[in-house]
């Protein structure tokens, strides 16, 4: 079943005079329970292909369609409860509340909406044990380390089971034991609760953790590679090996 259906996208910036083509037209589709990576080099249109998919920024043409519904049509308070329904993201700096416990920050999406306070207890519990911030959900952004800062602002995305998590170097901001602690508790969530994630990246080790990866170059797809029955290590060659012709950044194995 696909979750995501993006058509004809098209992204400019400027005006007629002095226009930035960024997406030039491209065509995705995401199905239910995948754990994708978006790659590309710097000013590729990467992140901008993110930001657009996620509403973030919005469309100069094309369709995207997130479990069914028909975004780029929606009104703002439309799509302010589409994103609270639906949506989560995971951030490269975290954009944690300093005021809040670990666990208020977890518990922020659920605040919004009528759920029983019994039963968002319970879903935190079970997020929290997942990504193992349990023993720190009393403690404050500024007491905890960066990588219990990340697994704080997944556990915040996932806490309302949206239908998608947008992810944007998630481990940028990481030590490489830290990011590889992160991406294992992503593909076990991915794996545990058929969740959804499009994650763009830089990092070709965080990439090869994805079930399929798609390249950008110059504001369009340049290539995909699936993994399949793959072992990790030959995916990340072999996404190394298209990053190289792309003339992306290279990164040792954690």
Sequence with gaps: MLILEATKLHKSYGN????????????LHVGEGEFVGIMGASGSGKTTLLNVLSSID???????????????????????????????????????????????NVLLPLSITNIAKKEAEAKFQTIATELGITDIQNKYPNEISGGEKQRTSAARAFIHEPSIIFADEPTGALDSRSASDLLNKLSELNRNRNATIIMVTHDPVAASYCNRV???????????????????????????KTQGVLGGVKSNDY
């Design 58 to 104: 919005q469309t100069s043409a094309g369709s995207i369609k997130i479990a069914g519904k028909e975004m780029t049509t929606m009104k703002e308070k439309q799509l302010a409860e589409f994103r609270k329904n639906h949506l989560g993201f995971i951030f490269q700096e975290y954009n944690l509340l300093d005021t809040l416990t670990v666990k208020e």
């Design 214 to 240: 798609i390249f950008i170059k110059d504001g369009q797809i340049y290539s995909l590679l699936n993994k399949g029955d793959e072992e990790r290590q030959l995916f990340f060659q072999a996404i190394m």
């Design 16 to 27: 007629k005079l002095n226009k930035q083509e960024v997406l030039k037209g491209i065509d």
